[in-house]
């Protein structure tokens, strides 16, 4: 028997119900908020990823599906959406139309060579948001919004984690700083912490392990060392949060894997599904459209983990609905065609090929959910007429077909 690859997983049956109704509900709040739908071709030119995760963060360095193709080209299966969004915004010419704003939105899998477990899959889909051409923090207040409306609507409770990564102006000497105090505690950090003193010392902050983080207690924060810009636009984007008692937390550790943010941070937690608890995460990635050889253009967005979120989602409650067809001869069968024809246009119709008694019929109907079990029998075949059941009403009717 061939199984599907380890970490990767077939979406069938009741799972899939709950996939389509979080991309569908997601879907309709982006969509109120303006975005529109991007497609980004799954396989992509390694150094894409390179140039904007970065290749000093685990997902480049470790996770990447990557291949020579039958051309010899370096590929890669994309490990998320950004950087696709974001060469083909450039590719599109979108960042020479100065002063128009765009906004996409996307879903669909994404890879990842990491161990599986709970929460963490090989193969997993996300949902995501990328805006274009806003610098306001206002812009990154809306999309935090946008997600509390999606999870709201959802039906999903969540912990909001928000932080300031800084800019251009004020990283780099946070970073020294950083590195310093790293060194100075190198010998009793973990060996993952070591690896990264040099090469993303930054990663150091959201190391896993108890020992690691109680050293860093004492680490500098770069909350408190933010430029006067990156400092206002922290300030206001926590007012409006609190204006719109968006509950948060400020987790001055909270660094995200990949390496094209700047100023805003933020992640979705749930204390629900166990170790993997991020639901979403973003933030603002103002340099990473120069970093792929486009005009500066600033930007912001995040994704959800769909996979996570189906952990936690209410579905609605399942009413019935539409029809159900059969008939008890076997020549009355085709008369059904025309009947859900016409019902199609405006409802769900199962139509039964094979003969039954009524008893089988409205089981059928009932196992499928229909809100009407309509079916021929002898005399309604006879009389071109229909006997239709209302499983809700419990009332039912014989009426001529060509009035169905
Ligand atoms: P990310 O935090 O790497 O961000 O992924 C976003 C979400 O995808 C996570 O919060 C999590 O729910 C889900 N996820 C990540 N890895 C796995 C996995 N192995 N198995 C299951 N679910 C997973 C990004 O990917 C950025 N592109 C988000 C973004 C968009 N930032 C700006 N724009």
Redesign the pocket.
């Given at each position: 028997m061939i199984n599907a690859l380890r970490?990767m997983k077939d979406l069938t049956f009741e799972e899939s119900e709950r996939f389509v109704h979080i991309v569908n509900t997601a879907t309709k709040i982006a969509n109120r908020y303006g975005y529109n739908y991007i497609e980004t071709p799954i396989l992509e030119e390694t150094k894409l990823f390179k140039r904007s995760?970065g290749e000093s963060s685990d997902?480049v360095g470790k996770?990447m599906y990557q291949f020579m193709d039958k051309g010899d080209n370096d590929v890669c299966m994309r490990?998320?959406?950004?950087?696709g969004?974001v060469r083909s915004f450039v590719q599109a010419k979108l960042d020479r139309r100065m002063n128009e704003k765009f906004k996409f939105y996307y879903y669909g899998p994404?890879f990842?060579y990491?161990r599986?477990q709970k929460?963490?899959?090989?193969e997993?889909?996300?949902f995501?948001?990328?805006s274009f051409g806003e610098a306001s923090v206002y812009e990154d207040f809306s999309i935090i919004s946008m997600i509390g409306d999606i999870f709201e609507a959802l039906g999903i409770g969540y912990d909001l984690e928000i932080n300031s990564l800084g800019c251009p102006e004020c990283m780099p000497p946070y970073r020294k700083n950083l590195i310093n105090f790293l060194t100075e505690c190198k010998n009793e950090l973990c060996e993952d912490c070591n690896r990264r003193i040099e090469l993303n010392p930054i990663r150091v902050l959201d190391c896993k392990n108890e020992k690691c983080q109680t050293l860093l207690t004492n680490s500098p924060k770069l909350i408190t060392n933010l430029c006067n810009s990156c400092d206002e636009d922290f300030k206001e984007l926590k007012e409006l949060l609190d204006i719109a008692k968006i509950n948060y937390k400020v987790n001055t550790h909270l660094v995200?894997?990949?390496d094209?943010?700047s100023k805003t941070a933020f992640?979705?937690v749930s204390n629900n599904i166990g170790a993997?608890s991020?639901?979403?995460?973003?933030?603002?990635?103002d340099k990473l459209v120069e970093f792929l050889d486009g005009k500066p253009t600033p930007?912001?967005?995040?994704?959800?983990?769909?996979?996570?979120?189906m952990e936690l989602v209410q579905m609605p409650e399942l009413k019935r609905e539409g029809y159900y067809l059969g008939a008890m001869d076997k020549e009355a069968i085709t008369s059904l065609f025309p009947l859900a024809a016409t019902k199609r246009r405006t409802d769900k119709v199962s139509l039964e090929y094979t003969p039954r008694k009524l008893k089988a019929h409205l089981k059928n109907a009932d196992r499928l959910n229909a809100r009407y079990c309509a079916v021929i029998g002898e005399d309604e075949f006879k009389n071109a007429t229909i006997w239709v059941k209302d499983l809700v009403e419990k009332s039912e009717v014989t009426i001529a077909q060509d009035k169905f």
């Open positions: 970490g995760v997902i996770e490990p998320e959406g950004t950087a969004v994404m990842r990491e599986p929460g963490r899959l090989r997993f889909h996300q995501g948001c990328e995200r894997g990949l094209y943010y992640e979705f993997q991020a639901i979403a995460g973003g933030g603002r990635y930007a912001v967005g995040f994704a959800l983990g769909i996979e996570r979120i």
